[in-house]
């Protein structure tokens, strides 16, 4: 089988493709024909060394959102049936931590997340494979999971309604996007911000309500003053993007984080937070119901994903340098 892995650390170019095992299929999985993959920052991350993998986990295949069709199943699935087309919610859970019983269940305790879906086929837990409906893609799908499944967790934990008004710092990135255009689909109003003017642009098709360009964290609070009060900052930035977003939220907002692309710390006024009421709450992916809430969406056209490019899988590498270079907005898939 065919697959494209990391055969060293670093950059794009130590993405090649191999002949890898043929997956064999456990008793609880199914065989998954992949038909999309997209690359998200966390396999970047991987790739660069900066995040557990290690050189001796070589060669590696990652690729954590996958969408395709069920071409083998093992003797104890009964959820699937071989023809089926189908998403992964990628999430590994451990099935028996109290976070796992009581939900939900993106805080289990050994959380992790699945990786092989740059090649041409993928043994998955089949208990988390999402049903597709049949007038949604298999790229537009494959763009689903990880950057949605976070935005639309992140809403929730920020208990955004209709009418609320919600800052999305780097709002053209992948989490960004889909925050964006489920935003819209709440009714609430977005502030985008964004260091490009031409990706700003591209924001207003996917209901943007406001679009600043902002150079720095410190430009923030001046950016947007004309726009408060604001009730929600979705902060998939982290670092100096955390103060700056905890300064500019109303009395009793909220600020929900997931990323560090901008850095793991932050000062933040105590003061300010407590005295203002203000909240700051971590999250990580979401849960296998958000990710069928928003295959609904995409199902009842409100809103399409965003794909910049496909790719073959010999051109997973170039997918990478894509990435790297950020001169894009929507997701890279590779459809091996």
């Not at 699935?77 to 071989?82: F, I, N, R």
């Not at 993106?106 to 208990?127: K, M, P, T």
């Not at 964006?180 to 689909?185: A, F, M, R």
């Not at 609904?296 to 809103?303: D, K």
Request: proline fraction near 4%.
């Amino acid at each position: 089988m065919r697959a494209a892995a990391f055969t060293g650390l670093g950059g794009p170019s130590n993405v090649e493709v191999i002949d890898a095992p043929e997956p064999t299929v456990a008793a609880d999985q199914a065989l998954v024909r992949v038909r999309g993959a997209a690359l998200n920052r966390h396999d970047l991350l991987y790739l660069q060394g900066d995040f557990r993998l290690r050189e001796e986990h070589l060669p590696f295949v990652s690729g954590v959102d996958v969408a395709g069709e069920v071409i083998d199943i093992g003797t104890d699935v009964d959820s699937v049936s071989v023809g089926d087309r189908v998403v992964l919610s990628p999430m590994q859970t451990c099935g028996k931590c109290k976070f796992c019983r009581d939900g939900p269940e993106n805080l289990c305790e050994h959380y992790g997340l699945f990786h092989g879906g740059f090649a041409e086929r993928a043994a998955v837990d089949a208990s988390r494979l999402v049903p597709l409906p049949a007038d949604v893609d298999f790229v537009s799908a494959a763009a689903l999971p990880v950057a949605y499944m976070t935005a639309w967790q992140m809403l929730r934990r920020a208990g955004v309604a209709a009418g609320d008004t919600v800052l999305v710092p780097g709002a053209t990135g992948g989490v960004g996007v889909a925050a964006v255009q489920l935003i819209d689909t709440l009714g609430a109003r977005s502030i985008c911000t964004s260091t490009s003017e031409s990706k700003l642009e591209r924001l207003e098709e996917f209901g943007a309500d406001y679009r600043l360009r902002v150079e720095a964290p410190d430009a923030l609070e001046d950016a947007v003053a004309g726009l408060r009060p604001i009730d929600a900052v979705l902060n998939h930035l982290g670092g100096a993007f955390t103060a700056a977003g905890v300064s500019v939220l109303r009395r009793g907002g909220r600020m929900v984080i997931c990323g560090r692309t901008a850095g793991r710390h932050s000062t933040i006024d105590t003061q300010d937070l407590f005295l203002e009421h203000k909240r700051i709450v971590g999250s990580t992916m979401g849960t296998q119901a958000d990710l069928e809430r928003v295959v609904e969406f995409v199902e009842n056209n409100r809103f399409e994903p965003p794909v910049h490019a496909t790719y073959e899988l010999e051109e997973t590498g170039r997918a990478f340098a894509d990435m790297v270079s950020r001169d894009f907005v929507g997701k890279l898939v590779v459809t091996p």
